[in-house]
């Protein structure tokens, strides 16, 4: 029973992980009605902004403040993002959903090609935002890295759903979501609105990448994570901010209980196979997720 326990905390902690990554195909889908199935490798340049303005400064001789050098990644990020949005998404608004697909799958293959000729392939450290270690509680251990992470995509979760449906920006990306011509009628700026949910979704995919690479390393590979999150955000609900983390928590668990009780008959395939089970199951029977808007536009 102690075990199960163990592996439920621990499914919980990286699921609410899964969440995080989950909010930022969110907030681009509410507004643009785009599945941006690259936002593993906008994660990835997220962190690699952050290894160049810590450690990658350091080596060239310059001493920056941890504080400065995320800073200056969130100053990166929202340039990132804008550059996107204009350049790639925005040219192809009100076209075909297939179009939209082909130009996210494109846009992943340069993402990852331009990272690997800018950074190249290596490995490298990521800064250690968070404490490592874990909290012994009884027979528990909780991880405290993945503790604040999960603490931090709650009040995230928390903050970005006041935001959406309190502040008057947040009530203009939920009419653009709603519909763009009726957004364009009520005189709300679509593609601003769209610029605004980009630059959120690429800061949220950086933050992810934060709780997740805190003291550990970054690599090409930590793409992988936008794949894992994606099963999460179609079961959540595409424009529910508040399903993303509930269904992180059934994601993350599910993995872990497969993890623990099944990978050592299957060699290692069910925990990795159950998220991508589970995102074809809800295109089958429930598309809208969750939480989601019961009409939905599937990419």
Not at 37 to 49: H, K, M, N, R, Y
């Amino acid at each position: 029973m102690i075990k199960l326990l163990q592996v439920l905390i621990d499914g919980t902690l990286v699921g609410l992980v899964y969440g995080l990554v989950a909010i930022s195909f969110v907030v681009i889908y509410r507004a643009s009605k785009i599945v941006n199935l690259s936002q593993g490798e906008v994660l990835v340049f997220g962190a690699l902004f952050l290894w160049t303005f810590t450690f990658g400064v350091k080596a060239l001789g310059y001493d920056m403040p941890l504080w400065l050098g995320l800073l200056v990644t969130m100053v990166a990020c929202v340039g990132f993002g804008l550059l996107l949005e204009r350049f790639v998404f925005r040219p192809l608004i009100g076209q075909p959903a297939f179009a939209i697909f082909m130009a996210s799958i494109a846009l992943l293959v340069m993402l990852r090609g331009t990272a690997q000729l800018v950074w190249t392939a290596e490995t490298r450290p990521f800064p250690a935002f968070l404490p490592g270690g874990a909290l012994q509680l009884g027979p528990f251990m909780v991880s405290t890295k993945l503790l604040i992470g999960a603490l931090f995509t709650i009040a995230l979760t928390a903050g970005l759903h006041l935001f959406f449906t309190r502040s008057r920006r947040g009530l203009r990306l939920a009419a653009v979501a709603e519909d763009h011509n009726t957004a364009l009628s009520l005189g709300v700026s679509v593609r601003g609105a769209i610029a605004v949910a980009w630059i959120l979704g690429t800061v949220v995919a950086t933050f992810g990448a934060i709780v997740f690479l805190s003291g550990r390393i970054v690599s090409l590979e930590v793409a992988s994570i936008g794949f894992k999150a994606l099963p999460v955000a179609l079961l959540g609900g595409l424009e529910s901010i508040r399903g993303a983390p509930l269904a992180g928590i059934l994601i993350g668990v599910g993995e872990a209980v497969a993890m623990a009780y099944l990978d050592p008959v299957t060699n290692g395939v069910a925990s990795n196979v159950l998220p991508f089970a589970v995102m074809i199951g809800v295109l089958l029977l429930r598309p809208q997720g969750l939480f989601g808007w019961k009409k939905i536009e599937r990419l």
